[in-house]
């Protein structure tokens, strides 16, 4: 079983400040957006790295039944994703980056054709799923969403595009046999639990187990010198400008102010605080309930 | 005959009140232990021995009553405040401890503007007060890491040094006075002056006792203005920690005064910097502030030394700026941080020390090999030096390692302290201090006559003349 | 001058499981108050998915129009009521599909948009047609941002913000529901999911329909806090929620979690203990219609997103509250 998995590496949102965000709502393109951000630190989107220790933990749970997994991983996008990758290589996968710019871009240009992306998911589902065919990925695993559009349906994209089933909101995934696996995943109407046969799409979300294992040093000296495989969108025979030119067009993005009166309620003690809370602002409100 | 748990918490109730003593016996194992063994915190598997109680006075007078009761009964006393300690200072070392947690006393004594000090109680926030002077556009300069949850007492005890120490020092250069009470119940204060050649410094005997002579109930601080608006930002990338070292050393004999002044080899770097540095590129830093006028000659005239080292390429100031603005860890980061090692088992740990410039590189060098060669499952091995004086740096060793085949609990014996004495091993071999602002605590108190050598008369005086029956905070700086 | 076409207007309700009633409502209430059609008048039909022996009425009980398109597929056979309507819309031509938050809406969305060459956004807010494109609002960067997106390509499937479900729109009393038996397949192949069964679900829906809302966060300090913040708000008639790095730090279940990556509540009544006030968290209770924060730090932000703010011990306050409630409410 052949296992890719598919992330994103994206700036640290929770590094931003509010006249970070000003200047990101204020940026006119996707360019303007990247440069704001760019001076944050990078992370995996938190359900990519989830998916990528859920599929160590597959490996590791085969292995332990003597089935062999081989896994694979892969991101979109610019130079940004090197020291993930070479984590990644340490840890195991085989690793793969595309380059949406297309040719031999330079880094400026390969950062905006992946901030053209955010806001662009069928775009980025076509590259995916090119992706997970060179990989020949028997299971194509992704982060059910991440980065700045967060919308969710790359997956389903990726999937309609391979012609898949893709499940979402994966929560855990177990071996059943050699060709099948039993997973977890949260329903419309409640978690479920159902057993699925490759080739399919998974897309994690908010799973119990959430983050990435840290190899050793020697792990990462061993594969010092293994290149990451790279191929241009043009390499894998996308067209990521068509899709781009169909996706939604962003016409703004502002702060949203979230603020309200805040009153300050007061009193010496814990009960006098809340008394007058209760009398002050909720009694009413909740009998009115 | 040392007093039964019951008859202790007994006594204290007496002393202090049902309410100020607590013993929810799920408290008591929490605080078996401080950062220093946080696995079992994390993991839930505590080996340590459980204090009898823990008691929240109210004042120096309260302080003053359980400490002579506890120097009658030979009832082992740790003091306590925010609860940040790295190094061991606040676990039990013996059985039915007392823990003294300062964080009741809270007031906010007096801001005085005008002769630019703070007066306040020892269970003080940093972060309240630095928040309170930043009203009248002052700032306390100090700034660890632990400034969101560490108290003003615990950092005046343990020697604590902020981020910005380069241009407004340690905390022993911003006490200007304070209150300590002692184990016989002496409640002694220092007054607060500008300075005083009135006889030794005893100022000095209080600050950095981590508890091991007396209880801290008030500390006086400095102000300085808070102009953030002038701050400058200058980050560049090199190849070797050896430059990085020469230029700090440059900038600090060339009389600059820059707040934050550091170097971060590779592995350090990765971990903060690789979104614009390369895998093998250390960072140079710095940040100027001040008086316009002295921000600007400040940068300036670090720009001119590094500029004379071509091996240094400029990176854009935002990447510094953006860096500096995420520096703090409140409890949001330390909660996730413990997520993430009770899911990977991957272990951050810090061993920070000092020396000359003539050395420095050479035990950083050395110290690093031997980790990587020595100690198993290291996922990362690296460092900075954060703080730059006339004469030397320090060497701030950061580093991470997965923890195999072993129980959470025996993580310290099996990577921690190993790693712990072989930094502590070529610091001293090259005339280094083994502690340069956590504390000795009581992971690196086994190490305290190699430290102090003749001079561990006078330290060794100290303890035996404040603490004659050693009731304060057993292990910590002097070892069992 | 021409009259504009009326706009064709497609709602898409599954009805295989259990969140039907929920996303009818939904669905009709983004309708109501979330479409701005202009001055065209849509026509409205909605696409009901049922299982093969549901009962018509009972299926289109909660659908948001007054006519149904019944079409029968199994539950989990996304890929058959996909093609379904793929095929519905080759016949209609329809410009505009809603679907209601979840799995399932957004992978009927997505695949449709694919399909038929439309467009596809998710977490909708607001939408509105004007000069042959439609203008919608949703949410960006984890919440920090609010986009407002152009959509050309038709037709437009539009997957609704989880905040709608907590609106409240009554379907109407009557349906005239219409099946379409052409579209289920004879064989539809093999399943993609076998072996099906539902996980002990734990009791999340309080959180969303929750009119008196309890979190707690990482100012509990511990796992027993955070129990002693439920017990309060059991004692209160309250539904009991956590932060991130309350789940972070395993004190609650993850089901428990309110904010980006949990659930968005909107109840009338919120009261927030011990919380800093994250955007990420203040996300998921921003359209509580009032809220009282009690925290140790005054500066925290979430003083200012409060409508109210107690500087003080959450736990504390809380507990005192708990008595004041729990005495008043007997």
């Known amino acids: 079983m052949r296992i890719a998995v598919g992330f994103k590496v994206t700036p640290d949102f929770e590094a931003l400040r509010a006249a970070d965000w000003a200047r990101v709502a204020a940026a006119a393109d996707a360019e303007g957006r990247a440069q704001a951000t760019r001076y944050v630190r990078r992370v995996f989107g938190v359900f990519d790295e989830a998916a990528l220790e859920l599929a160590l933990r597959l490996r590791d749970a085969r292995a332990d039944d003597g089935l062999p997994t081989g896994l694979a991983a892969f991101t979109v996008g610019g130079p940004d994703a090197s020291p993930f990758l070479h984590t990644l290589q340490a840890l195991g996968f085989d690793c793969l980056r595309v380059d949406p710019g297309g040719g031999p871009a330079s880094a400026a240009d390969t950062a905006e054709a992946a901030g053209a992306l955010d806001f662009a998911p069928a775009a980025t589902a076509a590259l995916v799923a090119a992706c997970a065919r060179q990989l020949g990925a028997d299971i194509l695993l992704l982060g059910e969403r991440g980065g700045p559009g967060g919308s969710g349906t790359v997956p389903f994209l990726a999937a309609e595009a391979l012609g898949r089933p893709c499940v979402t909101c994966v929560t855990a995934i177990e071996p059943a046999g050699a060709d099948r696996l039993r997973v977890s995943f949260r329903a419309d109407d409640g978690p479920v639990r159902a057993l699925t046969a490759p080739p399919c799409v998974l897309a994690v979300g908010n799973a119990v187990v959430s983050m990435l294992r840290v190899p050793t040093l020697k792990e990462r000296l061993a594969v010092r010198d293994v290149p990451v495989t790279q191929f241009t969108a043009a390499d894998l025979g996308v067209d990521v400008g068509v899709a781009l030119d169909r996706a939604p067009a962003v016409r703004s993005l502002e702060p949203v102010d979230r603020s309200r009166a805040g009153i300050v309620v007061t009193g010496a003690t814990a009960a006098e605080q809340a008394r007058a809370l209760y009398e002050g602002h909720l009694r009413a409100r909740l009998e009115a309930l | 005959m040392s007093l039964s748990r019951e008859a202790i918490v007994e006594g204290l109730r007496g002393i202090l009140g049902p309410e100020a003593v607590v013993t929810d016996e799920r408290v008591l194992v929490e605080n078996s232990v401080d950062n220093f063994r946080k696995l079992q915190n994390i993991f839930d598997v505590h080996v340590m021995p459980v204090p009898a109680a823990i008691v929240t006075p109210t004042n120096a007078r309260e302080v003053a009553a359980v400490l002579t009761w506890a120097n009658e009964h030979g009832v082992n006393v740790i003091p306590k405040t925010g609860g940040t300690a790295t190094e061991g200072g606040l676990e039990s070392a013996v059985p039915d401890s007392v823990i003294m947690d300062g964080s009741a006393m809270n007031e906010i004594v007096k801001i005085d503007p005008y002769n630019m000090q703070a007066t306040v109680q020892c269970g003080v926030p940093l972060q309240v007060l630095e928040d309170r002077v930043r009203e009248h556009g002052l700032t306390t300069g100090h700034s660890p890491q632990s400034k969101p949850v560490a108290h003003l007492g615990g950092l005046v005890a343990t020697r604590s040094i902020g981020q910005f120490s380069t241009l407004y020092g340690g905390i022993e250069d911003m006490v200007v006075g304070l209150e300590a009470v002692f184990p016989n119940g002496e409640i002694c204060r220092i007054k607060n002056v500008p300075r005083r050649a009135a006889g030794p410094d005893i100022r000095h005997i209080v600050i950095g006792n981590e508890g091991a002579l007396c209880f801290i109930t008030e500390v006086t601080v400095k102000l300085f203005p808070y102009l953030p608006e002038n701050n400058r930002f200058l980050g560049w990338t090199l190849m070797d ?240 | 001058m021409t009259a504009a076409a009326p706009l064709r207007v497609v709602a898409v309700l599954d009805a295989t499981g259990s969140a039907a009633e929920r996303h009818g409502r939904a669905l009709g209430a983004f309708l109501r108050d979330g479409l701005d059609a202009g001055d065209i008048a849509p026509g409205v039909v909605t696409h009901v998915f049922c299982p093969p022996g549901a ?276």
């Not at chain 2, 690296?382 to 030397?392: D, E, L, R, T, V």
């Not at chain 3, 038709?154 to 052409?182: F, I, K, Q, S, T």
């Not at chain 3, 093999?190 to 100012?219: C, M, N, Q, S, Y």
């Not at chain 3, 990420?280 to 005054?298: N, S, Y």
């Open chain 2, 241 to 480: 920690m050896k430059t990085g070292f020469e230029v700090l050393r440059e900038v600090m004999v060339g009389g600059y005064k820059p707040s934050v002044a550091r170097v971060y080899d590779p592995g350090d770097a990765g971990l903060h910097f690789s979104h614009f540095a390369a895998p093998d590129d250390c960072v140079l830093l710095f940040m100027a502030e001040g008086a316009e006028g002295i921000a600007k000659a400040t940068a300036d005239g670090i720009q001119a030394i590094v500029d004379r080292h071509p091996e240094c390429t400029q990176v854009p100031s935002e990447y510094i700026e953006t860096w500096f603005n995420d520096l703090c860890w409140g409890p949001d980061k330390i909660l996730a941080e413990d997520e993430r090692i009770r899911q990977t088992r991957n272990v951050n740990r810090t061993t920070e020390i000092s020396a000359d410039w003539s050395s420095i590189n050479d035990i950083y060098q050395a110290a690093r090999q031997r980790i990587i060669d020595e100690i198993p499952d290291i996922t990362m091995m690296g460092g900075h030096s954060s703080h730059s004086y006339i004469n030397g740096t320090n060497m701030y060793f950061n580093y991470f390692f997965n923890v195999v085949d072993v129980g959470p609990e025996e993580e310290t014996e099996k990577y921690y302290l190993p790693i712990i004495s072989i930094i502590v091993e070529e610091t001293l071999k090259r005339g280094g201090s083994i502690v340069h602002h956590h504390g000795m605590g009581k992971a690196r108190a086994p190490w305290v006559r190699d430290e102090y050598g003749s001079s561990y008369y006078m330290l060794e005086t100290l303890k035996t003349s404040f603490d004659p029956n050693g009731i304060m905070n057993k292990g910590t700086i002097f070892p069992i």
């Open chain 3, 55 to 330: 009962d018509p009425g009972a299926a289109s009980a909660t659908a948001p129009t007054l006519d149904v398109r019944l079409v029968r597929v199994p539950a989990h056979r996304q890929d058959v009521a996909t093609a379904a309507l793929a095929a519905l819309q080759t016949g209609d031509g329809a410009d505009l599909y809603v679907f209601p938050s979840g799995p399932s809406g957004t992978e009927l969305g997505a695949r449709l948009a694919a399909r038929t060459g439309g467009s596809a956004l998710t977490g909708v807010l607001s939408a509105a047609v004007g000069d042959g494109v439609l203008t919608c609002r949703r949410a960006a960067y984890a919440g920090y941002l609010e986009e407002e997106s152009a959509l050309s390509r038709r037709p437009w499937c539009l997957v609704l913000d989880a905040g709608w479900d907590e609106a409240r729109a009554e379907p109407p009393e009557e349906h005239v529901v219409v099946e379409a038996a052409h579209l289920t397949p004879e064989d539809p192949g093999a399943p993609p999911l076998l072996e099906i069964k539902p996980l002990e679900a734990p009791p999340t829906g309080d959180l969303e329909t929750a009119r008196f809302l309890v979190v707690a966060g990482r100012g509990a300090g511990s796992r027993r806090g955070v129990e002693r913040a439920a017990a309060a708000a059991a004692r209160m008639g309250a539904a009991f929620a956590v932060t991130r790095p309350v789940v972070m730090n395993a004190w609650a279940a993850p089901d428990r979690q309110v904010g980006v990556s949990g659930t968005r509540a909107a109840p009338a009544v919120c009261v927030v203990a011990g919380a800093s006030g994250a955007p990420a968290f203040v996300w998921g209770i921003e359209r509580a219609g009032f809220i009282a924060a009690v925290d140790t730090d005054e500066h925290a932000p979430i003083a200012g997103e409060a409508d109210v703010f107690v500087a003080g011990d959450a736990l504390d306050v809380l507990e005192e509250l708990a008595d004041l409630v729990d005495r008043h409410s007997r």
